[in-house]
């Protein structure tokens, strides 16, 4: 990796790749990313993030995006999509996590007011 230096500035030292000239950047990056204005933009984000992944239409068109590229993996994640839509839009109706679950939940309720 060449480094030609300014006129009057010694030439960065770069040690494993690395341009040690970077290293006085780091207290500007840090007042940066510690300002009011970042982490009000980075809660802003975080906030629009969780509220879009509660829509069900955010699910949907992901699974639209995944499912054109047409990969059996992009398909795999596309009908996951769907599925968290559906779930999100409450179109399962009644779900029983597993076949027996109310046998399985006496047995433990049965045990619970022996103990």
Do not use: N
């Not at 629009?48 to 499912?67: K, M």
């Amino acid at each position: 990796m060449k480094h030609e230096s300014r006129p009057g500035q010694p030439a960065p030292v770069v040690k494993h790749g690395v341009d040690q000239s970077l290293t006085s950047l780091r207290p500007e990056l840090v007042r940066l990313m510690t300002s009011d204005a970042t982490l009000e933009a980075i809660h802003f984000r975080a906030v629009h993030q969780t509220f879009l992944e509660a829509s069900v239409l955010y699910w949907r068109r992901r699974a639209a995006d995944f499912a054109v590229v047409g990969t059996p993996h992009c398909d795999a994640i596309a009908e996951a999509c769907r599925s968290h839509a559906r779930l999100l839009a409450s179109d399962f109706g009644e779900v029983e996590p597993w076949p027996c679950f109310a046998d399985d939940l006496a047995v433990v309720l049965a045990d619970a007011e022996v103990a």
